[in-house]
């Protein structure tokens, strides 16, 4: 919670035994992770019954800095100062209007304001090895007239109703209702474009659930939780996430019954002894 980012998303989760409700009754696993540049990178798998925002807003209680995600209306109910909204998604939604497009693609608002989106991505790859300040300078100078100009070209055609499929509209008013959130990278160079961090952690779980399909029991859905929080907390630092777990248990034998803040600060990923052994 001292983290000033924090990337958030969620996925579905089947779990047995929930009471008062059916096995088939969708659960959520959530992740929460700190940005890349963190002194802790920490990746936190947590299960909940449902999807409410409430679930969100209960495990992130004292956060008070920018929290960057998908447009989930959810994440509104989270106390915080600002909330960062992913570029990457808003994307999508103009690939997919294209496919709807059989005219010349050139002459569409779709095609011309996804051209005018790589440009800018084009431009935050480059700038990636940069440092906060940096990107901070280029973006105002590089980026921001490109995205000040796809909000004039969106806002511009939706007032024309100037596009063509239904899906081009819908990726119109997806970005014009966004721009606010869409906007804030531009003012903190330690904020990313996209919230694929998250997504990238969390494929790892959607990826794992079609071999396992469903977890037997709440108890099982977070102790689920937990590995995959230990795993890919160990690769967020750089660890073989066997050798991780092998080396916590050699340090943990005998001390559970005994644990301390300081037994566990050296078995935390990030400590350097850790990664030493585990790297």
Request: charged share 30%; net charge neutral; hydrophobic share 35%.
């Amino acid at each position: 919670m001292k983290e000033a980012y924090i990337y958030c998303d969620e996925t579905t989760i089947q779990v047995k035994g929930e009471e008062g409700r059916k096995d088939t009754t969708k659960s959520y696993m959530w992740v929460y992770s700190s940005v890349r540049e963190s002194e802790h990178p920490v990746r936190l798998f947590d299960y909940t019954p449902g999807r409410g925002g409430k679930y969100a807003a209960s495990f992130l209680s004292g956060f008070t800095g920018i929290l960057i995600t998908d447009d989930y209306a959810g994440y509104n109910q989270v106390d915080h100062d600002q909330r960062a909204l992913c570029w990457a998604h808003a994307r999508r939604y103009f690939v997919d209007a294209l496919e709807g497009i059989e005219e010349e693609t050139g002459d569409s608002i779709a095609y011309r304001l996804l051209v005018q989106m790589m440009k800018i991505f084009h431009i935050e790859a480059k700038l990636q090895k940069r440092t906060k300040k940096e990107r901070e300078k280029e973006r105002v100078l590089r980026e921001r007239p490109l995205v000040e100009q796809i909000f004039v070209w969106a806002k511009t055609a939706m007032a024309r109703q100037g596009w063509k499929t239904k899906k081009e509209e819908h990726a119109l008013k997806y970005l014009i209702d966004n721009e606010e959130g869409l906007k804030v990278y531009l003012e903190d160079g330690s904020v990313p474009m996209t919230n694929s961090l998250a997504e990238r952690t969390i494929r790892s779980f959607a990826i794992g659930r079609r071999n396992w399909l469903f977890s037997g029991s709440p108890r099982g859905a977070r102790s689920c939780g937990v590995l995959y929080s230990i795993v890919e907390s160990a690769k967020a630092n750089g660890l073989v996430p066997y050798q991780y777990i092998h080396y916590v248990l050699e340090q943990l034998n005998g001390k559970l019954g005994q644990l301390t803040d300081e037994i566990l600060d050296q078995v935390m990923p990030w400590n350097g002894e850790v990664k030493e052994q585990c790297g």
